[in-house]
């Protein structure tokens, strides 16, 4: 197979160098616990979500166009799913019987206060995630959780409010 960028022939597939796989994290995994499902029932609602949190003032203060914005969530989600893609929660969540039912979840915060609070509540937690720092400027614009059990991650959300 041939990797075709834009109109030129980059490389054979082939002979492009995988990377290596990432370490596991420090954190446990997202599975959720026995204790954490209360009911079979609820356990058959349980899906595998990943949420993407998005500072609000990069677009009300800061004056961002909204695709820049939008872009910072791809970022932070498509590097939580490549940082955990040895997972088996991610690999469940990317199979192609689920690629196309994916669930995802993009919510707001106020400013970067409350971004980094949440990251390390999250950290806190063990839930595995990703706060996108944007480079040159150092700055923290987003997160994104790596695909987790809805049950295991969703109290840790609640609060938040729909991105808008």
């Not at 960028?5 to 597939?13: D, V």
């Not at 356990?43 to 695709?67: C, S």
């Not at 923290?140 to 295991?152: H, Q």
Request: aromatic share 6%.
């Amino acid at each position: 197979m041939v990797v075709i960028i834009g109109s030129r022939i980059a490389a054979p597939l082939a002979s492009i160098p995988r990377f290596p796989a990432a370490p596991r994290s420090r954190f446990a995994s997202c599975k959720p616990m026995a204790q954490e499902i209360p009911t079979a029932e609820a356990a058959k609602e349980d899906v595998l979500i990943q949420y993407v949190v998005i500072r609000k003032d990069l677009v009300e203060t800061m004056k961002w166009p909204l695709g820049s914005v939008m872009s910072q969530g791809c970022h932070a989600a498509v590097a939580a799913v490549w940082m955990h893609r040895e997972d088996p929660d991610t690999i469940e969540y990317c199979s192609p019987e689920k690629i196309d039912t994916m669930h995802k979840v993009t919510l707001e915060v106020k400013g970067e206060i409350q971004l980094l609070n949440l990251s390390k509540k999250l950290a806190e937690a063990s839930i595995d995630h990703k706060l996108w720092i944007e480079q040159p400027e150092n700055l923290p614009t987003c997160l994104a959780t790596k695909p987790c059990w809805k049950s295991r991650v969703s109290s840790h959300f609640k609060k938040l409010k729909l991105c808008s």
